[in-house]
């Protein structure tokens, strides 16, 4: 089958499958590791894939597109705008004409490739671009634009609830990336929306293992953050503060803060010298995907104190490594990602309190730690991994193409 992907991909996540010399390749998109890892998997199973994806790097011309190859694989590059409201590089700014630029680069791309199938990923310009192909269009729905606008109220989260009501009422084979953005979307979609989870890499799940509590009085406990931003939807400041309690039971203890606003400098680390605490971490920053997973499988545990997800890659990430989670217990979609039985992991993240007393009671208790790591990873094999969730979106590909 002949299949296209329509949605955010950076180049450092595909360039293993690409051919020749990548170096001349845009890379300011960052991406979706999700969508390579899809993308290579449907291309073990013998697919030809056609990827679509905007990037800042290129100049915001409709006619400046880049290929790259690989086997079969191609992979198109159009502009995207770097400012949302302020002119970039000769062109006004994306929301101003609701990424009007992006999508109309995108439709040509897909109409010239003329895939059987466009999978779009994202309910806003990739697929608006999608459907506007005229091609087979399945969409997939990754987040919550309602949800997105009332922890963050301004003219862009605006825009994009607009633009994701536009798309939505077009749409009509989705899928949707947990049961709780079925009650999210409830309304805005005629569509029936089916659950097809994120997946994750397998180079992840190969480097789980299940795991016991390590013996502190050697070395102390590691604890790791990844959030991708410092803001209310992300919460960060209750897991952080939860690090003092952490500390006082066992001296030496930090956690490594990875992410976008978590490098030195960075408004994190401002935040916890204003705190006093500072020294109970470790300012990665932003991170390549790889390098995040390396470290991330050498943490203890992961503190995820987001507000709201709608999948939660980090958290399944985890569990594939077999690194035990402590999250919120009315984050969106995270109980049904960590799965039954995740209730003593699961708690009021905003407060640091409630966040402590779970990460110590995994911490001091041998069988409960090595419970919940076991329980990620058995979950993760099963429901997460690439083979899983390409299978799943192959069955709606034949059913869309009455195949």
């Not at 994202?122 to 399945?138: K, M, T, V």
């Not at 070395?219 to 790791?224: E, F, H, N």
Request: aromatic share 6%; glycine share 8%.
């Amino acid at each position: 089958m002949r299949i296209g992907i329509a949605g955010p991909l950076g180049t450092n996540d595909i360039e293993h499958l690409l051919d020749g010399d990548t170096t001349r390749l845009p890379r300011e998109m960052k991406g979706a590791t999700l969508l390579a890892t899809l993308i290579e998997e449907l291309i073990r199973q013998g697919h030809e894939v056609s990827a679509f994806t905007t990037d800042p790097a290129l100049i915001p011309r409709r006619a400046n597109t880049v290929t790259a190859h690989g086997h079969n694989l191609t992979v198109y590059y159009v502009p995207r705008r770097r400012h949302s409201l302020r002119f970039d590089r000769g062109a006004r700014g994306r929301m101003l004409d609701l990424f009007g630029l992006e999508r109309h680069s995108l439709t040509s791309a897909i109409r010239n490739a003329m895939p059987d199938i466009i999978h779009a990923h994202w309910s806003y310009e990739f697929g608006a671009a999608a459907l506007d192909s005229g091609l087979p269009c399945l969409l997939t729905c990754h987040d919550s634009p309602w949800a997105i606008l009332k922890t963050k109220t301004d003219l862009y989260r605006l825009g994009r609830l607009l633009m994701a009501r536009s798309v939505l009422r077009r749409a009509r084979h989705a899928t949707v990336v947990s049961p709780y953005l079925i009650d999210e979307l409830n309304g805005m979609t005629e569509a029936p929306l089916v659950v097809v989870p994120n997946p994750i890499p397998n180079r992840v799940l190969q480097d789980g293992t299940d795991r016991t509590l390590r013996d502190f009085r050697t070395a102390p406990p590691r604890l790791a953050m990844l959030l991708n931003g410092w803001g209310p939807i992300k919460n960060p400041q209750p897991g952080m503060l939860a690090m003092r309690s952490v500390a006082k039971r066992w001296p030496g203890a930090q956690m490594h803060l990875f992410g976008p606003n978590f490098g030195p400098e960075e408004q994190a680390h401002r935040w916890a010298i204003e705190q006093g605490i500072a020294d109970l971490f470790i300012f990665h920053g932003w991170t390549p995907h790889k390098q995040v997973m390396q470290e991330l499988a050498r943490m203890d545990l992961l503190i995820h104190p987001s507000v709201e997800e709608s999948f939660g890659m980090t958290i399944a990430e985890a569990m594939a490594l077999g690194v035990p989670v402590v999250a919120g217990q009315h984050s969106g979609a995270v109980p049904w990602v960590l799965g039954d039985g995740s209730e003593e992991i699961l708690v009021d993240i905003c407060s640091a309190d409630a966040i402590a007393d779970a990460a110590l009671g995994l911490l001091n208790d041998p069988h409960k730690y090595r419970h919940y790591s076991k329980q990620g990873r058995d979950r993760a094999n099963a429901q997460f991994s690439g083979s899983a969730v390409a299978k799943a979106y192959m069955l709606q590909y034949k059913k869309l193409l009455n195949i």
